[in-house]
């Protein structure tokens, strides 16, 4: 499956951002869907996963109840909607697939994912 990420931008401390990630070439619902982030200078961290059914979600501490992550099996995309955002959110911003099996939960490792996508730039100033 081919992954394109998008929505990434500079924003104001306190403001939202929508990204979206289009999936191609496979039956989207067959996945788990996740997204992670890596900052300058430190290791890719997970943010959030979804079932294949959008039924189960699981957030990393530092965005719970700030984020919220969701699909639309019907238009092949996994959204993941930030707001109150903070400086500490600057990141590039990847989504990934893991094709059948429990979806990954926090604490879930990257190798855990079949497919990545390439990566969506989100800045937030202070």
């Known amino acids: 499956v081919q992954l394109q990420a998008s929505g990434g931008g500079l924003v104001q401390a306190g403001g939202s951002l929508r990204l979206a990630c289009a999936a191609s070439?496979?039956?989207?619902?067959?996945?788990?869907m996740g997204w992670w982030r890596q900052a300058p200078g430190k290791e890719r961290e997970f943010v959030a996963s979804?079932?294949?059914?959008?039924?189960?979600?699981y957030y990393a501490d530092s965005v719970k109840g700030r984020f919220t992550i969701s699909r639309d099996n019907t238009k092949n995309t996994v959204y993941l909607q930030m707001s109150s955002l903070k400086p500490e959110d600057t990141a590039l911003y990847y989504c990934?697939?893991?094709?059948?099996?429990?979806?990954?939960?926090?604490?879930?490792?990257?190798?855990?994912?079949?497919?990545w996508g390439q990566g969506t730039l989100v800045t937030v100033s202070s």
């Open positions: 070439g496979r039956t989207f619902s067959d996945y788990s």
């Open positions: 990934a697939a893991k094709n059948g099996g429990p979806t990954p939960r926090v604490g879930s490792e990257a190798t855990e994912y079949d497919y």
């Open positions: 979804i079932s294949w059914n959008g039924v189960r979600r």
